[in-house]
């Protein structure tokens, strides 16, 4: 995805964002940031996108964003229920009913056992969580670029048709 691509992404997840009274919270692993800073780049998304957390180590992934040791020592940094933990952790933290979550492996070596190019994401909207497992290709960066468009892009998604029941 080019960065206009992905820029236009984001202007329609803000323009949902704000039909819909949604504010969003991020929180990366892997990506270190770019998630939170692909979306600063757009002008008005302050109007729904209210922060985030780097939780780069599992000390900060547990303290900070509620996941659990069981997680963390029986599937690892790089596992569905701990990207699914980390979304609605920094939901919690950050007071909104929708957030993103990235966690995985970007290389050159893997430090959970995973393959390198595995990632997590998760989004969960109104206590409801969706989570994806991807395997991308490439170097460190193209990997984390990858993960940065994709999770913007799944967040979008996920909001204009959420899980049954939720974002009435």
């Given at each position: 995805?080019?960065?206009?691509?992905?820029?236009h992404t984001i202007e329609k997840l803000r323009?949902?964002?704000?039909?819909?009274?949604?504010?969003?919270?991020?929180?990366?692993?892997?990506?270190?940031?770019?998630?939170?800073?692909?979306?600063?780049?757009?002008?008005?998304?302050?109007?729904?996108?209210?922060?985030?957390?780097?939780?780069?180590?599992n000390a900060l992934k547990g303290t900070l964003?509620?996941?659990?040791?069981?997680?963390?020592?029986?599937?690892?940094?790089?596992?569905?229920?701990?990207?699914?933990?980390?979304?609605?952790?920094?939901?919690?933290?950050?007071?909104?009913?929708?957030?993103?979550?990235?966690?995985?492996?970007?290389?050159?070596?893997?430090?959970?056992?995973?393959?390198?190019?595995?990632?997590?994401?998760?989004?969960?909207?109104?206590?409801?969580?969706?989570?994806?497992?991807?395997?991308?290709?490439?170097?460190?960066?193209?990997?984390?670029?990858?993960?940065?468009?994709?999770?913007?892009?799944?967040?979008?998604?996920?909001?204009?048709?959420?899980?049954?029941?939720?974002?009435?």
């Amino acid at each position: 995805m080019d960065r206009q691509q992905l820029t236009h992404t984001i202007e329609k997840l803000r323009e949902l964002c704000i039909a819909n009274d949604i504010q969003i919270a991020v929180a990366e692993s892997l990506t270190a940031g770019s998630i939170g800073a692909s979306l600063a780049s757009v002008s008005g998304i302050s109007d729904c996108f209210v922060g985030g957390v780097i939780a780069y180590s599992n000390a900060l992934k547990g303290t900070l964003l509620e996941v659990s040791d069981e997680v963390l020592n029986d599937h690892s940094a790089v596992s569905q229920l701990c990207a699914e933990q980390m979304a609605r952790g920094v939901a919690k933290l950050c007071h909104t009913r929708a957030a993103l979550a990235v966690t995985g492996e970007a290389g050159p070596r893997s430090q959970t056992g995973k393959k390198v190019g595995t990632v997590w994401i998760a989004v969960t909207v109104d206590d409801q969580v969706v989570a994806r497992e991807f395997i991308f290709e490439g170097s460190r960066n193209e990997i984390r670029e990858q993960t940065t468009d994709v999770a913007i892009t799944l967040l979008y998604e996920t909001l204009l048709s959420p899980p049954p029941g939720k974002l009435e």
